[in-house]
T-cell receptor
Framework: GIQVEQSPPDLILQEGANSTLRCNFS?????LQWFHQNPWGQLINLFY???GTKQNGRLSATTVATERYSLLYISSSQTTDSGVYFC????????????FGKGTHLIIQP | GAGVSQSPRYKVAKRGQDVALRCDPI?????LFWYQQALGQGPEFLTY????????KSGLPSDRFFAERPEGSVSTLKIQRTQQEDSAVYLC???????????????FGNGTRLTVT
């Protein structure tokens, strides 16, 4: 099956800093989504982005499908950005579940 | 409510007991997924429904796991004769469209934390 690698695995930043999280995948995809899992375990969908660039407030994401990677940018970090960020991909033309990476654990210190 | 609802939030079962976990997807969502998340890991796919049809159950770890969505809305994940290795968070997610050519964002519930003692 498709492999998903996220980097870095852990990241500690001061409030106000910017960060870039990376997701590499091993095969062509037609579905790529970024999620934030908060400290209470809730998974929030940030972006559905199989290709191209999207922005939502302080967050933006870019997927370069031909080179098999996606980037999530967080600007002006806030403590509420802390948690685990997951990239998940799907490559099937039919019914298939997304394959998740192991995540990037982000801690924003005040 | 507008989101995916799961119950119970926490479940403690003795080894060998059967458990049933419920998921209420967002109204009108065609696709429904079950995932299992072990501590410190990403969610792992268990099974997928398109309306009432279970189109993919390749992720179910054993024949003790069974899922249904009889009317294409509420879904139940049942685990028979629970084992300690079944301890995990079970997440349900729904999305508007059928998976495949036209995908749509996945929306997760808060999960059910199952502890088997």
């Amino acid at each position: 099956g498709i492999q998903v690698e996220q980097s870095p695995p852990d990241l500690i930043l001061q409030e106000g800093a910017n960060s870039t999280l990376r997701c590499n995948f091993s095969d062509s995809v037609n579905n790529l989504q970024w999620f934030h899992q908060n400290p209470w375990g809730q998974l929030i969908n940030l972006f559905y982005i199989p290709s191209g660039t999207k922005q939502n407030g302080r967050l933006s994401a870019t997927t370069v499908a031909t080179e098999r990677y996606s980037l999530l940018y967080i600007s002006s970090s806030q403590t509420t950005d802390s948690g685990v960020y997951f990239c998940a991909v799907g490559s099937g033309g039919g019914a298939d579940g997304l394959t998740f990476g192991k995540g990037t654990h982000l801690i924003i210190q005040p | 409510g507008a989101g995916v609802s799961q119950s119970p939030r926490y479940k403690v079962a003795k080894r060998g007991q059967d458990v049933a976990l419920r998921c209420d997807p967002i109204s009108g969502h065609v696709s429904l997924f079950w995932y299992q998340q072990a501590l410190g890991q990403g969610p792992e796919f268990l099974t997928y429904f398109q309306n009432e049809a279970q189109l993919d159950k390749s992720g179910l770890p054993s024949d003790r796991f069974f899922a249904e969505r009889p009317e294409g809305s509420v879904s139940t994940l049942k685990i028979q004769r629970t084992q300690q290795e079944d301890s995990a968070v079970y997440l349900c997610a729904s999305s508007l469209y059928r998976q495949g050519r036209h995908n749509s964002p996945l929306h997760f519930g808060n999960g059910t934390r199952l502890t088997v003692t």
